[in-house]
């Protein structure tokens, strides 16, 4: 549910496949990974958006991605170009409070 809509069809797809916990506990690693990049690609494609009004939906749709795998991980937030991507979608959407929670938080841990 949230991993898959981090993930992407394909890779959630492979990732119901794995069945016992030590492919699980091998394969975690490189599923997390692929969810992070693609929230950081989804904030990278929100600026070529022209749009405004689409271009802030883009940036929303990419701080929904980032959030998920936060969901997957929250050690996603101890990578400092994931927790920087993340807090400069917050601002992008105003939510500068939220932003500055998040990077406080991360940085305690």
């Known amino acids: 549910a949230e991993s898959d809509a981090a993930l992407g069809p394909e890779l959630a797809m492979a990732a119901r496949r794995l069945t016992d916990a030590g492919e699980k506990r091998r394969f975690w690693p490189a599923l997390h990974e692929a969810a992070a990049h ?3 690609a989804a904030l990278r494609a929100a600026d070529h958006v022209l ?3 689409e271009r802030e939906r883009a940036v929303a ?3 929904d991605l ?3 795998v936060i969901v997957m ?4 937030l ?3 170009d994931f927790l920087y991507e ?3 979608a917050l601002r992008r959407l105003g939510r500068d409070a939220a932003a500055d929670a998040v990077f406080v938080e991360a940085r305690k841990n």
């Open 38 to 40: 693609r929230a950081q």
């Open 51 to 53: 749009d405004a009004v």
């Open 61 to 63: 749709r990419a701080v």
């Open 66 to 68: 980032f959030e998920k």
């Open 73 to 76: 991980d929250d050690a996603a």
């Open 78 to 80: 101890g990578f400092f």
């Open 86 to 88: 993340y807090c400069k």
